[in-house]
């Protein structure tokens, strides 16, 4: 087991030490609801665009992003090329329309539209997809601080959730927001000290990351050919993005709780382009760090030996049996471990904390004002006391915080963090969106929605699990690229919806 030296400890401690502090600090104010979820409307749009950016810019981004880009190439980085779309129609459709509500939850308005039915759907699809993004953050946290300290992947996730649940109990969204900010500036100072030591420890610098990059194509954006829906092409990949980007803006609650907290609808639409501004430079810091670390190994391949060697003692194969995506994610970590200088390393292992703690805080927060809000209000207590409606929220976010933490144990083991993400994002998200879309672009009936609903989601179950189909019935399977799930199932509740009311009107 390696240990970690007193100085990058100690600047470790006072990051987790701070974050703490900032949620007792905010927990004077944090005595109801209003102040819980919302930070009582008073954030300005900068501090909420960071917060967004934050939220953003993930433990998945962090380590599952240069691992990606170490592994293949800068395919996954047309995600990013498709958030301005998302971004104007999210500022000029979606935050005055949640602000003209005044409804905290992001579902609320689906029951007006369609019914009970259609919140609690959108309810349960949005706190599954909030624990399947913390326990993938959680891993993607883990995986680096064991390679750091050898500790277990377990302990780190436990220590690590209980961290988190204490400073988004005690301080609320304010105190969510306001970590963030200072976690968005952190984990960004982080990316760019990785890459400086990086390009210092090349021969020749980011001369021998473009030739050696150029030479294994590992800064292509995928194919372009746009009749090619079954390969992680470059509009699969764009595709992807819009209709993610337009479930985070649009319906993820995470985001729309933001909406309300911002001080006006102005300053609300401004915080989503801040997050787009930042991110996507930041971004390609990232993508590039992963094809640095490709060209590092490549002039070193000793210790590109010597990775393989550690994952294939874990994994119980041999060496020759390991493809590129077994140990693309280590390759960011074993690098800090034998590369950045003490007390460096303290500040990027902060950083990387901070990308953690940034949307698992925020997860936490949102599921359980949903929950409190969705489920609890409406079907088990109408009349809550505010005092009461407190110790809901309490207890709703450490439950939520034990489950995250849960299925980022059940997550060891995954090959990519990326990857896997992206898939259980589509595959939750396309329901919601669908749902959202069908309510608002269209006159569909309850009925419609209801039948148009039922086939997404049997279009999605097809879509994510045919390949488990013996092979006598393998013309069954799904022949598209998984990123389509969330594209398809939007649009199957979307056009059948439309279609569907049409058929009832004749």
């Not at 104007?88 to 689906?110: C, N």
């Not at 034998?338 to 599921?367: C, E, F, R």
């Not at 390949?467 to 509740?493: A, C, F, Q």
Request: glycine share 8%.
């Amino acid at each position: 087991m390696s240990s970690l030296p007193i100085l990058d400890l100690l600047i470790i401690a006072i990051y987790l030490l701070g974050m703490i502090g900032v949620g007792i600090y905010f927990s004077r104010k944090n005595t109801n609801t209003d102040q819980f979820t919302k930070a009582s409307g008073h954030i300005p749009g900068w501090a909420l665009g960071i917060s967004l950016y934050a939220t953003f810019l993930s433990s998945n981004t962090f380590l599952g992003v240069p691992g990606k880009a170490f592994g293949s190439n800068w395919n996954s980085f047309v995600f990013s090329l498709s958030m301005p779309i998302a971004a104007w129609i999210a500022a000029k459709y979606f935050v005055p329309f949640y602000r003209k509500t005044g409804e905290i939850s992001a579902y609320t308005h689906l029951e007006n539209r369609f019914g009970p039915w259609a919140r609690t759907y959108a309810t349960v699809c949005f706190i599954l997809l909030q624990l399947a993004r913390m326990g993938s953050i959680f891993l993607g946290i883990a995986l680096t601080l064991q390679a750091l300290t050898g500790i277990n992947v377990s302990t780190i996730i436990v220590v690590s959730g209980i961290c988190i649940l204490i400073y988004t109990i005690l301080g609320g969204m304010e105190a969510v927001i306001w970590t963030e900010v200072a976690q968005g500036i952190i984990k960004t100072i982080g990316a760019f000290v990785i890459l400086w030591i990086v390009i210092s420890e090349m021969d020749n610098g980011v001369t021998d990351i473009i030739k050696i990059g150029n030479l294994e194509n590992k800064f292509s954006l995928g194919s372009f050919k746009i009749t090619d829906f079954t390969n992680s092409t470059f509009w699969v990949v764009f595709l992807y993005g819009i209709f993610i980007n337009l479930n985070n803006f649009g319906v993820d609650q995470n985001y729309v709780q933001r909406y309300h907290a911002a001080k006006s609808a102005r300053e609300g639409a401004r915080s989503i382009w801040l997050c787009v501004y930042w991110f996507l430079p930041v971004t390609v810091v990232f993508f590039f760090i992963g094809t640095a670390l490709f060209a590092y190994f490549q002039q070193n391949p000793d210790l590109l030996l010597a990775v393989k060697q550690q994952v294939s003692a874990e994994k119980g194969v041999s060496i020759e049996a390991l493809v590129p995506t077994d140990y693309s994610d280590r390759v960011l970590p074993y690098f800090m471990v034998t590369k950045v200088p003490h007390g460096l390393l303290g500040l990027i292992i902060a950083a990387i904390l901070s990308a953690a703690m940034s949307t698992i805080s925020s997860g936490m927060n949102s599921s359980a004002t949903v929950f409190l809000k969705d489920i609890y209000q409406r079907y088990i207590d109408k009349n809550i006391t505010p005092k009461k409606e407190m110790l809901v929220l309490y207890i709703a976010t450490s439950t939520v915080g034990v489950m995250a933490i849960t299925a980022g144990i059940f997550m060891i083991g995954v090959k990519s963090i990326l990857d896997m993400w992206w898939q259980l994002a589509g595959i939750f998200s396309g329901g919601m969106l669908g749902l959202f879309l069908l309510g608002n672009l269209s006159k569909a009936s309850n009925a419609a929605s209801k039948m148009a609903t039922a086939i997404g989601i049997l279009v999605i179950l097809w879509m994510t699990f045919s390949y488990l189909l013996p092979d006598d019935l393998e013309m069954l399977r799904n022949p598209l690229h998984m990123n389509m799930v969330i594209v398809i199932g939007t649009l199957s509740i979307f056009l059948s919806g439309v279609l569907i009311s049409k058929l009832q009107k004749k």
